[in-house]
């Protein structure tokens, strides 16, 4: 799809991303992928085709342990990162869970949530960081690559978890433009669809797939977040660094799944409904 959507680039002359009647195609089309693998990911839970590791409800995690995902995804983004650059920005984490009164535990969070989802999300976060710092510093001639902080917090309704950088971060006018499908601060690492490494005859294989460049990163992480009614929001001091924050339903009966809407008529009954009860997932909350 990045493949297609750069030739229409080529031949359209179009600007920093995509016009918005592409953006909403490209928007529904995968919200309804993310849907679809729901879906069969249950079915073969439920009828037994494949076995559930680690406790999984299909895809969902009871328990998923925030920190523990985003420590693998920045393992695999380092690696990125490392082949690109030969090193990476070091990470300085914290978690705390607000509402948990017993001080040995408050550094644990967990929720109910889809860790690959997660996964998705904070890698493709992790990966932008990385590659301003370590530009950054290259640029500026720093000794060492700054440092990527993660914070979460746990309240009562919500969950947030804000990864922050220092890697010069992004005038307002480019911020307004991230969330574009193909838009990039990044040089494109694609070709024009007549050969080479990321040509139509080879397509984009998982292993020679690149750090940086598609421009889809951040769009596909924004509607991982809000599948589940959750968002990603993002900060910068031009000159400074970048603040990401990615909010997530505290309580699980309002993380309801963010289905495409295809007119006035489906949106006003979508938004009017209000018979969400607690679920299976939420027997240990207080109301």
């Keep these: 799809m990045a493949q297609a959507v750069l030739r229409m680039h080529k031949y359209e002359r179009l600007q920093d991303g995509v016009t918005e009647a592409i953006q909403y195609f490209l928007d529904r089309l995968y919200t309804n992928r993310i849907s679809i693998h729901m879906l069969i990911s249950h079915y073969q839970s439920l009828h037994g085709i494949t076995k559930s590791e680690g406790g999984l409800v299909g895809t969902i995690d009871p328990h998923c342990d925030l920190l523990q995902v985003a420590e693998e995804a920045y393992s695999a983004a380092s690696l990125l990162c490392d082949n690109e650059y030969f090193d990476h920005p070091k990470l300085v984490s914290t978690a705390v869970d607000t509402t948990d009164e017993n001080i040995n535990t408050r550094g644990r969070i967990t929720a ?13 976060i992790f990966k932008n960081s990385m590659r301003a710092s370590c530009e950054w510093a290259e640029q500026k001639e720093l000794s060492e690559i700054p440092h990527i902080r993660l ?8 969950i947030t978890l804000k990864i922050s950088d220092r890697g010069g971060g992004i005038d307002r006018a480019r911020r307004a433009k991230i969330f574009n499908y193909m838009y990039s601060t990044a040089p494109k690492v694609l070709s024009d669809g007549s050969g080479g490494s990321y040509g139509v005859g080879e397509g984009l294989s998982s292993e020679a797939l690149p750090m940086h460049g598609l421009g889809y990163g951040l769009p596909l992480s924004r509607l991982y977040a809000r599948y589940f009614k959750g968002d990603i929001k993002v900060g910068s001091v031009d000159g400074l660094g970048i603040d990401v924050y990615v909010y997530l339903h505290r309580i699980s009966q309002l993380a309801q799944e963010n289905l495409p809407v295809y007119n006035h008529v489906s949106s006003t009954k979508l938004t009017s409904t209000s018979t969400q009860v607690p679920d299976w997932t939420d027997k240990d909350i207080k109301y």
């Design 112 to 124: 109910v949530y889809v860790p690959a989802h997660l996964h998705h999300i904070l890698f493709e």
């Design 151 to 158: 914070k979460i917090y746990k309240t009562a309704n919500d």
